[in-house]
Structures are given as structure tokens and as C-alpha cells.
Nanobody, 120 residues
Framework: QVQLVESGGGLVQPRGSLRLSCAAS????????MGWYRQAPGKERELVAL???????NYADSVKGRFTISRDNAKNTVWLQMNSLKPEDTAVYYC??????????????WGQGTQVTVSS
């Protein structure tokens, strides 16, 4: 059993900042990609940022230059630093991990989601 526990969401004013955290726990052999997706009301879930085990990153165009993803492999934890937030960043943010359970055994795991609301 693997759990991803998120924290750090909330209400923030435009141009403000928030930092999301996600810690994975359970029977984990290794974690490959970790990242964050988001889903706004009436929209499909979309990629926000991904980070590989080696630290390579990938960002959605809409957040480049404003968001920064980082991770600690020893702690199975990933963070998303969000700066210069805009109302259009309002969404439920989901933590994602590609978990390896053994040799050649991998699966996707998701967190429960944390609400981020950007409003004055």
C-alpha cells in the first residue's frame, strides 16, 4: 500500500505565493517521476510540473517562470513552489508518483488533492 499525502493548499491573493508538499509512504522500492497535476471546475486534469529521479524538470507553459518543482529522493517527497499566482491557477492540485514496487513492476499513484484558490 502506497499513500501520497499532500499539504499546503489554501486561499491566496493574486500575485501571492504558496508551497505544496507531497510525501509518499508505504512499500516503495523506488520512485521514478514525481509531479503535480491540477483540475479546475469543468476542465480536464492537466500537467503542471514533473521531475525525474535525476532532477530533470518539465513544466506547463502556463506556469513556466512562476512555479518551481523540487524533490528529495531520500524522503520520497516533492514540493511545488508557486509564485506570482493568478486567478486562473485556481484548481485542485494532485500529487503524482510513478512508483516502482520491484524489478519491472511500476504503477501510478495519486494524492487526494489539495485546493488552491487565488482570489482577492
Amino acid at each position: 500500500q502506497v499513500q501520497l499525502v499532500e499539504s499546503g493548499g489554501g486561499l491566496v491573493q493574486p500575485r501571492g505565493s504558496l508551497r505544496l508538499s507531497c510525501a509518499a509512504s508505504g512499500s516503495i522500492f523506488s520512485i521514478n517521476n514525481m509531479g503535480w497535476y491540477r483540475q479546475a471546475p469543468g476542465k480536464e486534469r492537466e500537467l503542471v510540473a514533473l521531475i525525474s529521479k535525476s532532477g530533470s524538470t518539465n513544466y506547463a507553459d502556463s506556469v513556466k517562470g512562476r512555479f518551481t518543482i523540487s524533490r528529495d529522493n531520500a524522503k520520497n517527497t516533492v514540493w511545488l513552489q508557486m509564485n506570482s499566482l493568478k486567478p486562473e491557477d485556481t484548481a485542485v492540485y494532485y500529487c503524482y508518483a510513478r512508483v516502482q514496487f520491484g524489478i519491472l513492476i511500476e504503477d501510478n499513484r495519486w494524492g487526494q488533492g489539495t485546493q488552491v484558490t487565488v482570489s482577492s
